[in-house]
């Protein structure tokens, strides 16, 4: 991961320092706060992961989440309502904010012959950076890895099959359930969106660009495990910039608030 100083800016789905205090005090659970609410957004995301899930298997397809949709929504998961060019409206971009640009979309199935959630358990050192400004939290992710079970407990459920998956964050005081499909930003572009001149560097053979360039951790847009086929930390950011409402707002921060995020206790910066 690279360092750099984190910028605070103003993003309509985040807050810096909101958090309220438990009303009573939490007890440990593996690394988690334990509140009131802790047991019920658990029960709730597994609940709703299981539902999906079977319905999905009822119909023979995986899930896609139309609430935040990669390829519907692009702008809006990327950069939320604002931040964003459109010079043929004559829109300038925001400086303050990132200009992410992933050319396609594409299921981890089509990304991994072999994916897998977790391989032989996580590791601090699985975590590598993408083209997000975003090593705080990874860095974050990166400490929370460390404990036994502990990720265990924030990805709730999941059905691999289904392309489903419930999170839980502590987010202003109390513990919610986030829930994201499988679609993930990738670098490179469909084969039929190349120049002809592109085409031909791959002898104009789609499945061998496709098997070279669209294929693997090094595809991905944002952050990926240096584990092969290994997809907790790309969908576990996905989750964390869902729950702020994009991409770019997770882009310059603290570590100590993604711990909060992830665990629950209150940090400090010393």
């Given at each position: 991961?690279?360092?750099?100083?984190?910028?605070?800016?103003?993003?309509?789905?985040?807050?810096?320092?909101?958090?309220?205090?438990?009303?009573?005090?939490?007890?440990?659970?593996?690394?988690?706060?334990?509140?009131?609410?802790?047991?019920?957004?658990?029960?709730?995301?597994?609940?709703?992961?299981?539902?999906?899930?079977?319905?999905?298997?009822?119909?023979?397809?995986?899930?896609r989440d139309y609430d935040w949709d990669l390829l519907?929504?692009?702008?809006?998961?990327?950069?939320?309502?604002?931040?964003?060019?459109?010079?043929?409206?004559?829109?300038?971009?925001?400086?303050?904010?990132?200009?992410?640009?992933?050319?396609?979309?594409?299921?981890?199935?089509?990304?991994?012959?072999?994916?897998?959630?977790?391989?032989?358990?996580?590791?601090?050192?699985?975590?590598?950076?993408?083209?997000?400004?975003?090593?705080?939290?990874?860095?974050?992710?990166?400490?929370?890895?460390?404990?036994?079970?502990?990720?265990?407990?924030?990805?709730?459920?999941?059905?691999?099959?289904?392309?489903?998956?419930?999170?839980?964050?502590?987010?202003?005081?109390?513990?919610?359930?986030?829930?994201?499909?499988?679609?993930?930003?990738?670098?490179?572009?469909?084969?039929?969106?190349?120049?002809?001149?592109?085409?031909?560097?791959?002898?104009?053979?789609?499945?061998?660009?496709?098997?070279t360039s669209r294929k693997g951790s090094k595809s991905?847009?944002?952050?990926?495990?240096?584990t092969e086929g290994e997809t907790w930390v790309p969908?576990?950011?996905?989750?964390?910039?869902?729950?702020?409402?994009?991409?770019?707002?997770?882009?310059?921060?603290?570590?100590?608030?993604?711990?909060?995020?992830?665990?629950?206790?209150?940090?400090?910066?010393?």
């Amino acid at each position: 991961m690279t360092s750099q100083s984190p910028v605070k800016r103003y993003h309509p789905h985040r807050q810096w320092h909101t958090k309220s205090k438990p009303t009573s005090r939490p007890q440990s659970n593996v690394g988690l706060i334990v509140t009131e609410d802790l047991e019920i957004a658990t029960t709730k995301c597994r609940d709703r992961v299981r539902a999906i899930a079977t319905e999905c298997k009822a119909k023979n397809r995986k899930y896609r989440d139309y609430d935040w949709d990669l390829l519907v929504d692009r702008e809006l998961c990327l950069q939320g309502c604002s931040g964003g060019a459109d010079i043929a409206q004559g829109i300038l971009a925001d400086p303050d904010v990132p200009q992410l640009n992933p050319p396609d979309v594409l299921r981890v199935s089509n990304i991994f012959d072999n994916p897998e959630f977790f391989k032989d358990g996580c590791s601090s050192s699985d975590i590598e950076q993408g083209a997000l400004g975003d090593c705080w939290f990874l860095s974050a992710l990166s400490t929370v890895a460390t404990v036994k079970g502990l990720l265990d407990r924030i990805c709730v459920e999941r059905d691999e099959d289904a392309g489903v998956y419930g999170f839980i964050f502590f987010r202003d005081g109390k513990w919610v359930e986030v829930i994201v499909d499988d679609m993930l930003f990738v670098r490179n572009p469909r084969f039929s969106d190349l120049e002809p001149n592109q085409k031909a560097l791959y002898h104009n053979n789609p499945d061998l660009y496709n098997a070279t360039s669209r294929k693997g951790s090094k595809s991905l847009y944002f952050a990926r495990s240096r584990t092969e086929g290994e997809t907790w930390v790309p969908l576990i950011e996905k989750a964390y910039a869902k729950l702020h409402g994009d991409y770019a707002s997770l882009d310059g921060g603290f570590a100590n608030e993604g711990i909060e995020d992830l665990t629950g206790y209150e940090t400090y910066l010393v």
